[in-house]
């Protein structure tokens, strides 16, 4: 079955340090990969995403995400965190078939310290 | 172009007794998904909608919980009668394309619903 390891529930950076949020799965095949940002009272936003092609995919407000086939993993970073990137952030795989039903990890709730 | 649309943002209710959530989806999207959010965890599907039939609702609690699309465009979802533990952020979600189809497959998020079960 699939599912979707975010092994950090929270995480603290100071303001201008980087920032790194794991994200494992599991999943039979190469699956559909997500990253959502969550702000307070909001609904999710689509930082980035991978389908195939080059292992490193660009995203939103800086971010950027690895896919790591060996590792099973798909790790969120940022090189300089804003204190604007306060939120909680959550890894999503989407199966390439069946259903193509989304699964989202538990979320990292990200703190920035001024 | 609009986002996806929800109310009400935020409801109160008494165990026992019925609710409705409504989501207009972006106009167009294909695909719309109802996910229930409880604290401290992320969205789980609870029913997925391809125009106006279900596609998947195997994590729906059947007996209490309810949706529909009719016509294909907006959807509603009532749980009756609540228990304490449906509290949660039920949110909205849709998508372009039919599950399947080629090209993009992002999902657009409404800003949800709040529900506390008292």
């Known amino acids: 079955a699939q599912s979707v390891t975010q092994p950090d529930i929270h995480i603290t950076v100071s303001e201008g340090a980087s920032l790194e949020l794991r994200c494992n799965y599991s999943?039979?095949?190469?699956?559909?990969l997500f990253w959502y940002v969550q702000s307070p009272g909001q609904g999710l936003q689509l930082l980035l995403k991978?389908?195939?092609?080059?292992?490193l995919v660009q995203g939103i407000k800086g971010f950027e995400a690895e896919f790591k086939r060996s590792q099973s993993s798909f790790n969120l970073r940022k090189p300089s965190v804003h204190w604007s990137d306060a939120a909680e952030y959550f890894c999503a795989v989407r199966a390439t078939s069946g259903t193509y039903k989304y699964i989202f990890g538990t979320g990292t709730r990200l703190k920035v310290l001024a | 172009e609009a986002g996806v649309a929800q109310s009400p943002r935020y409801k109160i209710i008494e165990k026992r007794q019925s609710v409705a959530f409504w989501c207009n989806p972006i106009?167009?999207?294909?695909?719309l998904y109802w996910y229930q959010q409880i604290l401290g965890q992320g969205p789980k599907l609870l029913i997925q909608f391809q125009n106006n039939g279900v596609v998947d609702d195997s994590q729906l609690p059947k007996d209490r919980f309810s949706a529909e699309r009719l016509k294909g465009v907006d959807s509603t979802l009532k749980i009756q009668p609540a228990k304490l533990e449906d509290s949660a952020v039920y949110l909205c979600a849709s998508s372009l394309r039919r599950a399947g189809e080629a090209g993009s497959y992002e999902q657009y998020f409404g800003p949800g619903t709040r529900l506390t079960v008292t």
């Open positions: 106009s167009g999207h294909a695909t």
């Open positions: 991978y389908f195939s092609g080059d292992t």
């Open positions: 999943y039979g095949a190469t699956p559909y």
